[in-house]
């Protein structure tokens, strides 16, 4: 680490740092991404070289790129026509204002139309083709202005002050221009950017190109832009050695995904293309860590493994694909602890919160090498190993990590239950650690009514769910291995779990349960929290009606969704992240809670309204948040300027809330597949939901709405399944 002398020595660089590249808005972004490559840039396709806050090529928690200009003869694209991102690939439309060409000639405005195609096979591969649609030849200047802070994620963010190195001078070798940067982890960095054809002229970061263009021609200039980080004395490491062999298996990997919509055919063109968006992305957050895949959690400021935020992704997606479940659960339990160490606030069994690979961490600046400061993401790992097995049969996956599973059972009995109650808590022991464990993660995100925040430890609301999930999923998967007295002791605790989460979270006063549980007292605002802990099946049944009937007041429902925190609470802002906005993923488990509880009408309303949400954003995407301002009085969701689009579980929120809406529960250790009163809101009138696999079996559903009533039919059934339908 450094020490504090040499911190302060960089202090007044960082306030200068701070006040040019730090701005207040990613709204209008255009994403592509493949693996550990992402490219952030406005939606002309540019990365701005002042007020860049979150334009960039990232890899490894690095920005490898935080400048690209494009100007045609000094003017920039300001005529964008087109813009598009999509997954892997991008294209941009541009055409002129008037101008002067090289020559002098006066070429009148839109005669000339610009694209730029790009792709990112483990680089990005840009072509940039200029037509000239007047009746006479033009010289064209193309310059191409870049730049490389290569800053660390958590300095960009404004968590952590850049380190004292310093860039290295751009160089061109006569074919490729070289952005160095040498980081005091003493590994180089460099981005490289090739052209063809060569540039006319380099000056210094400054590229141009003198196109001539015949009448009614075209010119085109290519570029690769290339990055590698190199450790002392070993091979350049880099995101991929052969981009063509990479663009064949991220096309593969596309049509799978759009197999994958297409075995759910619904009546409702835009529901089909929310769909085809939401898998997209979750395959465009698609990385691996030694071979496992899984989701990261959202770009550009969480494009990582996140314990929590992959497992939740991938619960989402469980009854389309059960393969990345598994993987899922193979990468988190590779990283789960075996020790204690305060700098990350790991505790052994504990499951990883967040894993970084920037400069910072290697300098172990930053304690997310990787940092354990999450208090649900264990027992959201126990929950997604049950779920997965519900879905696969594949009881061989719970033998190969009963270690794992008994570890994280232990955390929870032990580390966690730190106030000896039964209870699970937290508290942060690390200097640089967060604040705050639950989902929920901001220092401000728990409080009491009277504005003061939580004390620690504190005990959230939906965790105590979790444990209970977990708990009672895991009892007769441990009868399945014969460990019959530790599944009765499982489902013994928690019972007493579910009796003392009701009698101590419970506000009579208020008739809802309280947010949380602090070291004094009780966090009495009204959230969003304990309605999570419907889907974890620990509210009793007396206190249910109540909290559905809160939750659906005006100063809780959006008519979009449900806030984080109540409107009446003082810490109440529609743009706070966790104190008034809607999170999307927050009320697809909601929703799927108030499935298991059978307030059906109630599911259905959350469901429209996101819907509604996703078909008014751009390209149907529904972003990480947004503002928990009330439809009747501004017409559109609006946009939080910050949040992560695409983000996992964001985009896991139209299939999960799907999958409570046809009401489908698996069962593959008693070869059952149960539909429990399925409910289609009233703009979707038929879904076909093809090839879902419950252990060996494949089984054909249709959904199709009649007046009120929603009626199965079973077309096909390859396999000897129970499909047991209850209306």
Same mark, same amino acid.
């Given at each position: 680490m450094l020490?504090?002398?040499?911190?302060?020595?960089?202090?007044?660089?960082?306030?200068?740092?701070?006040?040019?590249?730090?701005? /207040? /808005?990613?709204?209008?972004?255009?994403?592509?991404?493949?693996?550990?490559?992402?490219?952030?840039?406005?939606?002309?396709?540019?990365?701005?070289?002042?007020?860049?806050?979150?334009?960039?090529?990232?890899?490894?928690?690095c920005r490898y790129?935080?400048?690209?200009?494009?100007?045609?003869?000094?003017?920039?694209?300001?005529?964008?026509?087109? /813009?598009?991102?999509?997954?892997?690939? /991008?294209?941009?439309?541009?055409t002129n204002p008037e101008l002067k060409d090289c020559m002098g000639t006066t070429i009148a405005k839109e005669t000339l139309l610009g694209t730029m195609a790009t792709t990112i096979p483990g680089c990005i591969r840009q072509s940039h083709t200029i037509r000239n649609f007047n009746t006479f030849p033009v010289t064209l200047n193309l310059t191409f202005e870049l730049d490389a802070d290569f800053a660390d994620m958590f300095t960009i963010r404004g968590i952590a002050p850049p380190t004292a190195a310093e860039v290295l001078p751009a160089r061109f070798d006569g074919k490729n221009l070289y952005l160095s940067y040498e980081g005091e982890d003493k590994r180089l960095r460099n981005t490289i950017i090739a052209f063809e054809p060569s540039p006319t002229r380099v000056e210094g970061k400054i590229c141009t190109f003198e196109l001539k263009i015949a009448a009614h021609g075209l010119q085109t200039v290519n570029l690769e832009i290339s990055v590698e980080e190199i450790k002392p004395g070993q091979e350049p490491e880099r995101p991929v050695e052969n981009p063509d062999q990479r663009m064949n298996q991220i096309m593969r990997s596309y049509v799978e995904a759009l197999e994958c919509c297409e075995n759910i055919p619904t009546s409702n063109e835009i529901f089909n293309s929310i769909m085809v968006r939401s898998l997209a992305d979750l395959n465009t957050m698609r990385m691996t860590i030694k071979g496992d895949m899984f989701h990261s959690a959202g770009i550009p400021w969480y494009d990582a493994l996140f314990g929590r935020d992959s497992i939740i992704s991938a619960l989402q997606l469980l009854p389309l694909e059960a393969g990345l479940a598994k993987s899922t659960l193979l990468v988190n339990a590779k990283f789960q602890s075996s020790r204690s160490d305060d700098w990350r606030d790991q505790e052994p069994g504990k499951i990883l919160h967040e894993l970084r690979l920037g400069e910072l961490a290697n300098l172990n600046l930053i304690p997310q090498t990787p940092y354990y400061g999450t208090v649900d993401a264990t027992p959201l790992f126990l929950i997604l190993l049950t779920e997965y097995v519900n879905w696969t049969g594949n009881i061989e996956l719970i033998k190969q990590l009963e270690g794992n599973v008994d570890q994280a059972l232990k955390w929870i009995d032990i580390y966690a239950?730190?106030?000896?109650?039964?209870?699970?808590?937290?508290?942060?022991?690390?200097?640089?650690?967060?604040?705050?464990?639950?989902?929920?993660?901001?220092?401000?995100?728990?409080?009491?009514?009277?504005?003061?925040?939580?004390?620690?430890?504190?005990?959230?609301?939906?965790?105590?769910?979790?444990?209970?999930?977990?708990k009672k999923g895991l009892a007769p998967l441990f009868r399945q291995l014969g460990r019959g007295n530790d599944a009765a002791r499982l489902e013994r605790e928690a019972g007493?779990?579910?009796?003392r989460f009701n009698r101590q979270f419970w506000m009579k006063d208020k008739q809802f349960f309280a947010q949380a549980l602090d070291a004094e007292g009780v966090c009495d605002v009204i959230s969003s929290n304990p309605a999570q802990c419907m889907w974890a099946g620990i509210i009793d049944q007396k206190y249910v009606k109540h909290l559905v009937d809160r939750i659906f007041r005006d100063d809780m429902f959006t008519e979009w969704g449900i806030r984080t925190l109540s409107a009446k609470e003082k810490r109440y802002n529609p743009l706070g992240y966790h104190n008034g906005t809607v999170w999307p993923h927050d009320n697809a488990i909601i929703a799927m809670g108030l499935r298991k509880y059978g307030f059906i009408n109630e599911m259905s309303l959350l469901f429209t309204g996101m819907y509604e949400a996703a078909r008014a954003f751009e390209g149907y995407r529904l972003p990480e948040c947004f503002a928990g301002l009330t439809r009747s009085e501004y017409g559109i969701p609006v946009k939080y300027p910050v949040a992560c689009s695409p983000q996992a579980w964001a985009s896991g929120t139209m299939p999960f809330m799907l999958t409570a809406s046809l009401g489908i529960s698996p069962d593959a250790l008693n070869n059952r597949l149960i539909i429990n009163k399925p409910h289609l809101p009233s703009w979707l009138d038929n879904v076909q939901f093809n090839n879902v696999k419950v252990g060996n079996t494949v089984t054909d559903l249709n959904f199709r709405r009649v007046e009120e009533e929603t009626l199965v039919n079973v077309s096909k059934k390859s396999g000897d399944i129970n499909v047991i339908i209850e209306y």
């Open positions: 020490k504090p002398s040499e911190r302060e020595g960089i202090r007044e660089a960082w306030d200068i740092y701070k006040k040019h590249t730090l701005s /207040s /808005s990613i709204i209008n972004e255009m994403v592509i991404r493949n693996n550990e490559l992402a490219f952030i840039t406005q939606e002309d396709g540019e990365i701005p070289i002042t007020e860049n806050y979150g334009y960039g090529l990232y890899y490894h928690d790129l935080s400048g690209f200009l494009i100007r045609l003869m000094d003017i920039p694209p300001t005529q964008v026509l087109s /813009s598009d991102g999509r997954g892997f690939r /991008s294209t941009l439309i541009v239950n730190m106030e000896g109650n039964g209870f699970a808590y937290y508290a942060v022991k690390s200097p640089l650690g967060i604040y705050n464990h639950g989902w929920k993660d901001s220092p401000d995100s728990i409080s009491r009514s009277d504005g003061t925040l939580a004390k620690q430890p504190i005990a959230v609301a939906e965790a105590q769910g979790y444990v209970y999930m977990a007493e779990l579910k009796e």
